[in-house]
């Protein structure tokens, strides 16, 4: 003992104690981040997922009242929330939003684990535009939720759950493709797991689409139009299908894949994601109306959907 703890003290005068430590702190920052990757704060814990324990904590599911159909959130109007009023009244059982009160969507119904918007837009973008791959992970975690809240809602029997494709060069170029990745992940924490049929390359993406940032709703559908085939109908015919992506943002394109899905012959087709954006409710809460552009621009392509179907 004593002698280790001279030994100890003759290093420590040599200054190798504090080389080793110089040393392992080099090692432990070459092999190990030394900051959380969203909000830069020093990570305390050595983990394969590079965000510290704050930001895991601030990814919420969403809370509030949603559009019982695709998902959007419903903001009650200003006279509802007056004393005098009865909201059961106004809301019995109806919780559609008002795109969805003038068309169907392809879709049965679409369900979003959070919003996107702070740290877990973070960790998607982690994902996908940084390669750290132990967030699929977690994203997968919360997916599964979204999907347990849905299968409540689904039909019983086999589920043909279809991750929304990339064009292969994209997928080349990030190394994977997110949904089908998160899908994985989901689908093992399912408590029913053999109930879901992971249906991978059934949908394909025949072409690059370019960014549908700015365009308008009917924009985006041209520009997706014909982007998405099915390559093996007899896996999907008849049977319910589950999409899966990492993030909703307009709709279009869990639209355009149902589309295309229904055409080859699925039953019906539902719709989880782990993110949604929440922004055309923004505008809506804030005016008291949707406006009519957006509005006439969303039930044409739902009719024109429905006439194409
Ligand atoms: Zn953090
Ligand atoms: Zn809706």
């Given at each position: 003992m004593a002698k280790h703890g001279l030994k100890n003290q003759s290093l420590a005068n040599s200054g190798f104690v504090g080389f080793a430590e110089r040393a392992a702190a080099t090692l432990f920052f070459v092999f190990f981040?030394?900051?959380?990757?969203?909000?830069?704060s020093p990570l305390i814990k050595v983990s394969r997922?590079?965000?510290?324990k704050s930001c895991l904590l601030a990814l919420r599911p969403l809370q509030g009242s949603y559009c019982s159909v695709c998902g959007e959130a419903l903001h009650l109007p200003a006279y509802v929330l007056r004393e005098d009023s009865n909201p059961s009244e106004t809301y019995c059982g109806e919780t559609r939003c008002q795109l969805c009160q003038r068309t169907d969507p392809p879709f049965e119904r679409a369900v979003a684990y959070g919003s996107y918007d702070g740290a877990l837009r973070d960790l998607i973008h982690l994902l996908k535009?940084?390669?750290?791959?132990?967030?699929a992970a977690v994203l997968g975690r919360m997916l599964a939720e979204a999907i347990a809240n849905l299968e409540q809602a689904m039909p019983v029997g086999s589920i043909a759950v279809v991750p929304v494709p990339l064009y292969p060069r994209k997928q080349a170029q990030r190394g994977f493709n997110q949904a089908q990745m998160i899908a994985r992940t989901a689908l093992k924490q399912l408590?029913?797991?053999?109930?879901f049929d992971l249906c991978e390359g059934?949908?394909?993406?025949r072409r690059e689409t370019g960014s549908q940032i700015g365009l308008t709703r009917h924009q985006r559908r041209e520009n997706l139009r014909g982007a998405f085939a099915v390559s093996d109908t007899a896996r999907i015919v008849n049977r319910d299908i589950l999409l899966i992506d990492d993030v909703l943002t307009t709709g279009t394109t869990a639209s355009e894949c149902a589309r295309v899905l229904l055409r080859a012959g699925a039953a019906r087709v539902w719709v989880a994601t782990v993110a949604r954006t929440l922004k055309i409710s923004d505008v809506i809460s804030l005016s008291g109306n949707l406006p009519e552009d957006l509005a006439d621009e969303e039930s044409e392509d739902r009719v024109g959907m429905a006439a194409h179907g």
């Open positions: 981040p030394a900051d959380c990757r969203i909000c830069g997922l590079p965000v510290c535009f940084q390669q750290v791959r132990p967030a408590s029913r797991p053999k109930r059934v949908l394909l993406r």
